[in-house]
């Protein structure tokens, strides 16, 4: 394995993170004292969210590399947003698909040349791309899904970064919540000490179970949920370059593929036929 000074660097930071944390639960420092305009409610503690997210980051970045977790930070917003890979993109890729089948046995060469400057950059433009090749239609299939399965992999690995994250979260919590616990017992002489040690120990446990269940959870599910549309989407469009290899007919491509697409959106689309 080779070794990595970019996590050992985040490693570091994420630990000084949490020993931050720590040090404000047990006494040791006092960062509300410090930047009391962040006082403004007993829900709110810095360095409660500090222990949470160092631990967090620590232990994130020691099973992925800093840079697929910065990946995967990134698509925090996407919790506010959807896949644009919607049954209304599977149908108009089902319609494009079909639409190639003529002039791609008219002419070829011309079909591959134009569409692949089309679509470059894209899966449709590698996937014709591979037309140019001259595979047989096995091996562009074979070919064409290692490359579906492959990014398929890479999209889900910013899934797994949050997964491992929920999982780990209210583990952290609980982290928190120890340290906040020995304080308390350690002040039982000093009654004012007692409250307020139990208090942030629980916001701890708190931030863990609430970032849990209110982000990395759901933005798992989302990012896995987006990653299986892409690749349903990336799927038709081999599946329909495939059939086009069999000389099969643009109204069979096209309600072969449509069978593989939600049947209310299908059905809706009727209706306003």
Known sequence: MKFSLSTVIVVVVSLGLLSIGIMDVVGMFHFKKMFPFLAFSRYFDIPSLFIVMGGLLTNSSIMFSPQIVGQAFKRVAFLFSHSRYTEKLQYETVQTVASWVNPYNQNRVSFINENMEKHKGSAAGYFIA????????????EIANKYIHQNFVENKKLSDV??????????????????????????????SKIGPGLALGLLVTLYGV?????????L???LKIAADKERLNEELMVEGIYLMLERK??????????????RKYIQKLQLKK
């Open 220 to 222: 798992a599910k989302k």
């Open 130 to 141: 591979l037309l140019s090749a001259n595979y047989t239609k096995d091996e562009f299939a």
């Open 162 to 191: 949050f997964q491992s994250m929920g999982n780990s979260g209210p583990a952290f919590g609980m982290f928190g919540t120890l340290f906040g616990l020995v304080y308390m017992l350690s002040s039982m002489d000093d009654p």
């Open 210 to 218: 609430s970032l849990t269940h209110l982000l990395f959870f759901p």
């Open 249 to 262: 007919t643009e109204i069979f491509i096209k309600d072969s593929l449509e069978a593989q697409i939600e």
